[in-house]
């Protein structure tokens, strides 16, 4: 026989951990707590895909190795259900979300039990369950009462295909990340978290976590902090000063008492400050706006509010028009024009700026199209006040030219300086900005949990008492929604209308739907709480086991739902549910398994059905395969070529071990390789190195297999043990068959003897031309070609040897030699 048969084996061990509960953790009392958590997956209709399983895999592993550290590990897994994947599937297939969801589920089921995964599925969730998402409406009432749950109409990226909001990050270049329509603007009455109270926490927090730098940094740019200044601009009288040129004039004396505020980053530059210019929604619009520039002004707004927010942002070819009215320079005295145009947005810093063409990009292409003044207030190396411009903004460092008292300052001193001057006089402020918007959880659709709000004639916005909850989402026929921008639910009556919880007069249902992200930010909390229906999450169980210690997930999740994670968990800790303000102390994020160097989707038709390769190789060797593509945190290429190489390894283990001699005494050089492998291998599976991981594994099976030797009993049996969390059935039948009654699981990471850890490398002294010219660390039976490779490669010795050496000595151990 040349191979073992996994088909049965894997079943059948499968079967055993299920009869065993191998994979229960005991949450009341396991020692040693370790909860590991990948990212739940959402249940599509095409089932499981490879990069799931790679996600899932690598995390399994990461579990079962700390299970062999000696940790009670909790691997729960669970489904992600609700949402507009989910529902769109639904209309596709015409479908019920509430019957084709339950399939789905089912046949992901399938397809993870046969993963051979860790995970403890009597603590499952599945989103779309009243028992979890009564929960979810929990959450939103606890933000409701401390004040961070709020309604407002506000612009929104309208799909007009999808029927539905959009948040920013889910535009492309003007259109909708999903279906490719291009986006609009809408008006419409939302709820929203205020989640932008918490940016400076959320950013500060960053630097205890352990987490993956690229994820952090992720995070950083989203929440975007800006150091910066609030600047205020008196408006003249538009009706005293239209049309008149720029002198200098007394602001006290001119002025109607209105200010335009803006926020900038630069307050050194406000003396080369020519205009100012609003968003077009900007509420001062319509007050600054002179009768001769009406018509122009409502027809450049009409038209800027059509335009989503992504694009306006992006636009190469500036936009504007004139108000018709000015204010004043606090720093110049001068006057200066107000525009507006839609490269300032309303959602940031206070919706106006001052534009300060000289330094910034935008504004120079903005003044430069509309001939507004350009003046240089910074000069940089080699530049005085009088170098012109020329083609570009100058963006550079340097120093303060045409800015009165303060010429000469660094850009630096001078951001400082200008502030603290226009403070005293009242004419600004330092702040600290975010980019960070309130997060918008309304969905005007179907498939999500009914935001538990009611509003009543007497008693305005009511919430569901918590007594009260679920609010259930009802079984409709008619979910599909529609150009109104008001849900499905809004169409049943016999559903919205509902008695006030307050005074029990007849009122209305709120009847958007939250957002998924929402079901999503809290779930860890309640895997292991898990049963308890009486509570979101049980006090002393959550003490024990969170926050989670290794989150495992994509990249993809980097900002959004790691962050309003992380926003949620320090609310309820803020409430006081929870004695920690940080949910996940260490994160990691994988890479991507892409093919023929594309990423797999399925309109590339490129997409590999993991359920072919488990059945033709077996789950061991799948899982094995998947790790050996590539780093686990980077991807790597899968080839169909790859996996008879992994499990022809197997083939050999098993054969090794079938095939081994109990009497026979162990060699001391396969003992020191196995020192090694043990150490390499309990080195890298932490640090996530899999794929090298495997890599030594099997270069000690060469080691152990050389000359086709019968393997002795303590040669092998350690090799099972560190296979164990790659391929889990295959470690589990050869433990049992060397003897052992429990699982391997529940047996101990093998130890390593360091004194027989010998180095199987040696430096080499190099002369070339009779001189010594370095050392070169090469294996131990390095060949006289390889000695000179390695030394040609040396960027100190190799520049020595130049051209074909004319005669090269190797003494072994010691010297090489080469003659030029
Ligand atoms: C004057 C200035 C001069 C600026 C200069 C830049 C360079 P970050 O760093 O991203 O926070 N700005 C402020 N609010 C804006 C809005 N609502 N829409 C569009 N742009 C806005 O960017 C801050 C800078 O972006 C601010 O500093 C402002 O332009 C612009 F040489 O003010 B600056
Ligand atoms: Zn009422």
Redesign the pocket.
Known sequence: PIGYDPTAIEARWRERWAERGTHRTDIAHGERPFYALMMFPYPSAEGLHVGNLFAFTGCDIYARFQRLQGHTVFEPLGYDAFGIHSENFALKVGRHPMELIPSNIRNFRRQLDRAGLMVDWSKSVDTTDPNYYKWTQWVFLQLYKQGLAYKKAAAVNWCPSCKTVLANEQVEGGACERCGTMVEQRFLEQWFFNISKYAPRLLENLDTLDWSATTKQAQRNWI?R?D?ARLRFPVLDPLADAGSSAVSVTAEVRTGGTTIE?????PD?IFG?TYLVL?PEHPLVDALTTPMQDGAVRAYRARAAKQDLVSRKTSKEKTGEFTGSYAVNPATGEMIPIWIAD??????????????PG??ER?FEFATKFELPIVRVVAGEGQTAKTPLGEA?Y?GDGVLVNSGQFDGLSVDEAKVKVTAWLASRHAGDAVT?Y?LHDWCISRQRYWGPPIPIVYCDSCGTVPVPESQLPVLLPNIPDFKPDDSGISPLARHEEWYHTPCPQCGKQARRETDVSDTFLDSAWYFLRYPSVGRDDIAFDAATTKKWLPVTTYIGGNEHAVLHLLYSRFITMVLHDGGLLDFEEPFTKFRAHGLIIREGAKMSKSRGNVVNPDEYIDKWGADSFRTYLMFLGPFEEGGDFRDSGISGVKRFLDRLWIAVRDRDESAAADAEVMRKLQATIKKVGEDVPALSYNTAIAAMMEYMNVLRKGERTPARAEVEPLVQLVAPFAPHIAEELWAMLGHATSVFDSRWPTFDASLLVSDEIELVVQVGGKTRGKVLVPKDVTQDAALAAAKADPAIGKFITGEPKKVILVPGRLLNVVV
């Open positions: 975007g800006s910066g803006v926020f900038t980053t630069r530059t400050a968003a490269y300032v947005l309303m959602e940031y810093g206070t919706g106006a700026i001052m534009a300060v330094h910034d504004d903004a963006v900005n980019r």
